[in-house]
């Protein structure tokens, strides 16, 4: 079973196995519910961050110091950024593109391809779980036939897509990306937190039950959790 609680644009918290990954921690976002980073309501394990856009990096950092046993993972450039305002680091991760991670236990993070910008190191998405219970979080990214082997290769439960538009794939791109990873679940992301992200989550529903109608699209509010099997 997987836990998923979306905190809206792209920051989510996901339970595997009993550990917490926090995915792209941007969590005081106009549209999160959650204010005051000592009222998250969990203890995270790993912070991952797939870019360092502000909207991405997000309170990483702070979330470091307030959540001790947490430990970052994030590009090689990225990682050594939060280690240096962290001075700790020793709990920084820092990995690349394709290399998969083990953090004991037979839990790992992969980071993959997104084609997007970043100002130091590349854009990332991130796949991590562990064996039968993964998550593909793709980051900011376009539409990239390399989201076929990332289905091919770690068969994700769930994968949380953009569908904002404008910076990431929009609905029509995200359904082609759900029919090319074929999850069992596909979660949308980055929409509506500014008007620029015009994307909507019901067109990317009606798009997926086209092209790829065995994924189940579960759209979130912001503060709300699901749990997935
Ligand atoms: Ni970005
Ligand atoms: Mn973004």
Same mark, same amino acid.
């Not at 290399?99 to 997104?114: K, Y």
């Given at each position: ?140 990214? &376009? ?8 289905? @091919?290769?770690? +068969?994700?439960? !769930? #994968?949380? %897509? ?29 929409? &509506? ?8 989550? @019901?067109?990317? +529903?009606?798009? !997926? #039950?086209? %092209? ?18």
């Amino acid at each position: 079973m997987v836990k998923v609680k979306w905190f809206g644009h792209s920051a989510f918290a996901v339970e595997v196995g009993g550990k917490v990954f926090l995915v792209d921690p941007w969590i005081t976002n106009p549209k999160s519910p959650v204010k005051d980073l000592s009222e998250l309501g969990i203890e995270p394990d790993y912070i991952l961050v797939t870019h360092d856009h502000g909207d991405h990096l997000g309170n990483a950092v702070e979330l470091l110091k307030l959540y001790k046993k947490a430990k970052a993972v994030a590009i090689f450039e990225i990682a050594n950024q939060i280690a240096e305002k962290l001075g700790d680091p020793n709990r920084v991760i820092d990995g690349n593109i394709g290399g998969p991670i083990q953090l004991g236990d037979g839990f790992f993070v992969v980071l993959t391809t997104a084609t997007h910008s970043s100002s130091s190191g590349s854009p990332t998405g991130v796949v991590f779980g562990r064996e039968g219970e993964t998550v593909y979080h793709a980051g900011d990214t &376009g539409l990239t036939y390399d989201m076929k082997l990332v289905g @091919e290769l770690y +068969k994700p439960l !769930v #994968a949380l %897509l953009p569908i904002g538009g404008h910076y990431t794939m929009g609905p029509r791109e995200a359904a082609k990306a759900a029919e090319l990873i074929k999850p069992k679940y596909a979660i949308p992301m980055h929409y &509506g937190t500014f008007p620029v992200l015009w994307g909507r989550p @019901e067109d990317f +529903k009606n798009e !997926v #039950a086209k %092209l790829a109608p065995e994924v189940r699209v579960v759209i979130l509010s912001p503060g709300e959790e699901v749990e997935l099997t």
